[in-house]
């Protein structure tokens, strides 16, 4: 058997028709878009037509997109840049326990700056309740962002119910939709956003680009200054390819939804039922509202590094804990916030489907990991106490 990728939340491959899209852009319509001249007459035509295809994409507006560097920039946008515009209404910001690194640390840095945060905790399903964003805002509240769906354990954040709460006190929201653009239906006018993040290569796009959604009169301060790209909120040349390949990944994920979401929803669950069946194992995050590629379990008396490890051997590519946490030994800060303890947060194990996931591969990932956890538990000391 070939190898195996299951770890679609950390990245996805480009699709090749992406990649067909973005080539002209290289090759013949290489010009800068702010250029007079034809040819950057033609990249700004090209950089338009892919603005409007993201902003009909999501129910935006043309002038509602602005195309960033990926989704850590679009989530570092949102939140710095409306904290600094609104800075002298107030200085609070609410936002979850089991965020990305991209907002989790943006937040505290805001709060080496002078702003306060309040980090809610979420139930043992990863659930963040809305009543609880109602009470933690306080009179100077300025910001909440929320994540739409968690990158570790799949969990589906409660976003409208929030978003009507933000409304109702006339505070900022803004949701980093990084898992969710391109598997789940997205209309932010419908959903009620002020602010949405989205990432490229999260959907069979490339690296290196994303968009923040800004609705319509809300402002913000901008991290990068310089030209007046992006109507003055970024400034930079833009990188055109990137962009054309954002909206076709966009584009092409929204056309095929019907027909792959269900068949990965299905893959997973055939995946998560089968690692069930494992002694001593728990599954993290929602069993309904998850995101449909997700599966996350803890096989307790099981370090998730080794784990890893012995998968890899095997052609299986798969996570544990965030990208960004592993190589240290302190677990993952969501399990962790989602009531597990460290010992048993330490055996975690996250396989995320891709569109070109087969039954076979599921199968094959259903034959592997039973065996390795049971050879890792033959090893281990506190599995025979
Ligand atoms: C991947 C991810 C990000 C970061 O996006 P980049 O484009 O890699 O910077 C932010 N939030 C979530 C939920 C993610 O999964």
């Known amino acids: ?171 900022l929201f803004h949701t980093d939709a990084v898992q969710t653009v391109g598997s789940l239906p997205i209309d932010v006018k419908e959903m009620g956003m002020d602010m949405l993040s989205l990432s490229a290569h999260k959907f069979y796009g490339p690296k290196g680009v994303g968009a923040l959604y800004v609705r319509k009169g809300v402002r913000l301060d901008s991290l990068i200054h310089g030209g007046a790209q992006e109507r003055n909120r970024r400034a930079g040349t833009e990188d055109v390819p990137a962009i054309i390949g954002l909206a076709e990944a966009l584009e092409r994920a929204d056309e095929e939804r019907d027909k792959v979401i269900p068949e990965i929803t299905r893959l997973r669950d055939r995946l998560l039922k089968g690692l069930e069946t494992i002694p001593e194992t728990r599954v993290n995050g929602h069993r309904k509202k998850r995101l449909p590629n997700n599966v996350n379990v803890c096989f307790r008396y099981i370090e998730g590094e080794s784990l890893l490890l012995n998968l890899d051997m095997m052609g299986i590519a798969a996570s544990s804990g965030s990208a960004c946490t592993s190589g240290s030994l302190e677990p993952s800060h969501v399990l962790l916030a989602m009531g597990l303890s460290h010992e048993i947060a330490h055996g975690s194990l996250r396989l995320t489907l891709g569109r070109e996931t087969t039954e076979n591969e599921v199968d094959y990932v259903l034959e592997q990991v039973p065996a390795v956890v049971n050879r890792l538990r033959e090893m281990s000391p506190l599995y025979h106490q």
């Open 1 to 171: 058997m070939d190898r195996i990728y299951m770890d679609h939340a950390a990245t996805t491959p480009v699709r090749p028709e992406v990649i067909e899209a973005m080539l002209p852009a290289y090759k013949e319509t290489f010009g800068n878009a702010s250029s007079v001249y034809s040819w950057g007459r033609e990249a700004q035509k090209a950089l338009d037509d892919a603005r409007a295809k993201t902003a009909a994409v999501l129910g935006a507006e043309f002038n509602e997109i602005i195309f960033t560097g990926g989704g850590s920039e679009a989530d570092n946008l949102a939140i710095k840049g409306t904290a600094w515009k609104n800075r002298h209404k107030g200085k609070h910001i609410i936002t979850s326990a089991v965020e990305h690194h991209a907002v989790l640390d943006t937040v505290k840095w805001l709060e080496t700056q002078g702003f306060e945060a309040t980090f809610l905790s979420v139930d043992e399903d990863g659930m963040l309740d809305p009543q609880q964003v109602r009470d933690a805002i306080r009179e100077d509240t300025i910001l909440i962002t929320v994540m739409h769906g968690n990158n570790e354990m799949g969990s589906i954040m409660p976003v409208e119910e929030i978003a009507d709460i933000a409304r109702e006190k006339g505070v």
